[in-house]
């Protein structure tokens, strides 16, 4: 399911990010990009100010605490709805 595999792919981001690999950049990117197609727009912005500290070669510490408190939050929205579908 497409909102399972965000939750894996947005946890897997986060700890990618938290070592500042060379391509954080891009993990900002893919991430904001995952967020935007399932609505999770708080996740998207977040990962968007990430990302262009990142680019812009700035320190992105807050920017991905921000991302990280977004993506918990939208994690746990997700696994609610999913333990309690819609009828």
Not at 48 to 67: F, T
Request: proline share 6%; hydrophobic share 55%.
């Amino acid at each position: 399911d497409v909102l399972d595999r965000f939750v894996t792919q947005a946890s897997r981001i986060l700890v990618a990010l938290a070592a500042l690999p060379p391509e954080a950049a891009a993990l900002a990117h893919s991430l904001k990009g995952s967020a935007l197609a399932i609505g999770a727009v708080r996740v998207a912005a977040c990962a968007g100010v990430a990302e262009r500290a990142l680019v812009k070669g700035e320190d992105p510490s807050q920017a991905i605490a921000a991302l990280h408190a977004a993506v918990m939050q939208a994690n746990a929205s997700i696994r609610k709805r999913m333990s309690n579908p819609p009828h």
